[in-house]
């Protein structure tokens, strides 16, 4: 079995900074690349970052310059470092992994979420 687990949620104040973080654990699976969305209230999923193994970020339009997303291969942990965070930053993060098990099969795995909270 595969799966993540996040930290680092919370409330901040505006202009504040959090990072969060998430680690896969289990057997049987190389991951090639792992992101966050977020989900704000009354609005759908969307992509914020996502990194593949190399290292090569790529962030919504939304955070660039304020988020840095990174990862740690061997212990197979993803940050998303968040500066200079606004009201509008406020939702539940989701982490998310992406490979393939031993038997070559897709996998893609959740992590439950974890809920940042900007404001004054």
């Known amino acids: 079995q595969v799966h993540l687990v996040e930290s680092g949620g919370g409330l901040v104040q505006p202009g504040g900074s959090l990072r969060l973080s998430c680690a896969a654990s289990?057997?049987?699976?190389?991951?090639?690349?792992m992101g966050w969305y977020r989900q704000a209230p009354g609005k759908q999923r969307e992509l914020v970052a996502t990194?593949?193994?190399?290292?090569?970020?790529g962030y919504a339009d939304s955070v660039k310059g304020r988020f840095t997303i990174s990862r740690d291969n061997a212990k197979n942990t993803v940050y998303l470092q968040m500066n200079s965070l606004k009201p509008e930053d406020t939702a539940v993060y989701y982490c998310?992994?992406?490979?393939?098990?031993?038997?070559?099969?897709?996998?893609?795995?959740w992590g439950k979420g974890n809920l940042v909270t900007v404001s004054s």
């Open positions: 990194i593949a193994s190399g290292g090569s970020p």
């Open positions: 998310n992994a992406r490979g393939v098990t031993s038997r070559r099969e897709f996998l893609e795995v």
């Open positions: 289990g057997s049987d699976f190389s991951i090639n690349a």
